[in-house]
Structure formats: C-alpha cells, structure tokens
C-alpha cells in the first residue's frame, strides 16, 4: 500500500497582480489594413487589459521598402502585429525585423480571439466577431 495522496490542484480566485500587468511599459505596433476589422479590437483590448500599449498604424504602400520599415518599427516597438496585410508582406516584415511579427494575432479564428470571446461572455465559440471573415491568410 500506497502513502501517497494526490496533491490537490489549487487555482486562484482571482488573476495574480502580477499576470494583469504582464504587458506593462511594452509597446506594439498594430499595422493594419482596416481599423474597423474586430480584430484589431480584440488585439488592442488584449494588449492594454494587459498593460501594454497599441500604436494603430497604416500598412506599408505600394512601393515603400519593407525593410527600412521593419527596422524602424523594431526600433520603436516590441512586437508588430499586422491584420488584413498580404502574407507576402508580412513574411518580409518579420525576416527583416528584431522584434516578433505577428499575423492577425487576435483574428476570429486564433486562440486569442476565442479566449476574449468567451470571457466576454461572447461564449466559447466566440459568435460575436465571426461574421466579417476577415482574415490576412
């Protein structure tokens, strides 16, 4: 026979203090094709919830050296997140930068967006947001 005992599993009763500000004095660049995608909602609520900071900015032009640009933005931001650009754009954003390039972070169909969904009380299938199809892939 057996002295062990399972170890009970203990979940907080409320978020650490610690974990609500994980984000704290991080900023991110948010590149995006249209404000209005609830994407980027989702992404910009996702971020300050957590501490952080959002910088809303245009997608790169017809012409404009990616490059240039990605070394900029790493310059300036810890993460850039883009919704609604080419996937051709965004892989050449995210060779040519420092800091981690994401694509559509918190689109419908990503982790995140079901997350903040559901604690939204949008439910766990995160119906609310799924009717604009919006999506960079």
């Given at each position: 026979?057996?002295?062990?005992?399972?170890?009970?599993?203990?979940?907080?009763?409320?978020?650490r203090?610690?974990?609500?500000?994980?984000?704290?004095?991080?900023?991110?660049?948010l590149?995006?094709?249209?404000?209005?995608d609830?994407?980027?909602?989702r992404?910009v609520?996702?971020?300050?919830?957590l501490?952080?900071?959002?910088?809303?900015?245009?997608?790169?032009?017809?012409g404009?050296r990616?490059?240039?640009?990605?070394?900029?933005?790493?310059?300036l931001?810890?993460?850039?997140?883009?919704v609604?650009?080419?996937a051709?754009?965004?892989?050449?954003?995210?060779?040519?930068?420092?800091?981690?390039?994401l694509?559509?972070l918190?689109?419908?169909?990503r982790?995140?967006?079901?997350?903040?969904?559901?604690?939204?009380g949008?439910?766990a299938?995160?119906?609310?947001?799924?009717?604009?199809?919006a999506?960079?892939?």
């Amino acid at each position: 026979m057996s002295d062990r005992r399972p170890v009970p599993r203990v979940l907080p009763s409320e978020p650490r203090a610690d974990a609500l500000h994980a984000l704290a004095g991080r900023h991110v660049a948010l590149l995006c094709a249209d404000a209005a995608d609830p994407a980027v909602r989702r992404l910009v609520e996702a971020v300050e919830g957590l501490g952080g900071q959002v910088a809303q900015l245009p997608p790169p032009r017809p012409g404009q050296r990616v490059d240039t640009l990605a070394r900029v933005l790493g310059q300036l931001y810890d993460a850039v997140d883009c919704v609604g650009l080419p996937a051709a754009t965004v892989a050449a954003l995210a060779r040519a930068s420092n800091v981690p390039v994401l694509d559509a972070l918190a689109d419908a169909e990503r982790p995140l967006a079901r997350l903040l969904d559901a604690l939204a009380g949008g439910g766990a299938d995160g119906a609310q947001d799924r009717g604009s199809g919006a999506s960079s892939r």
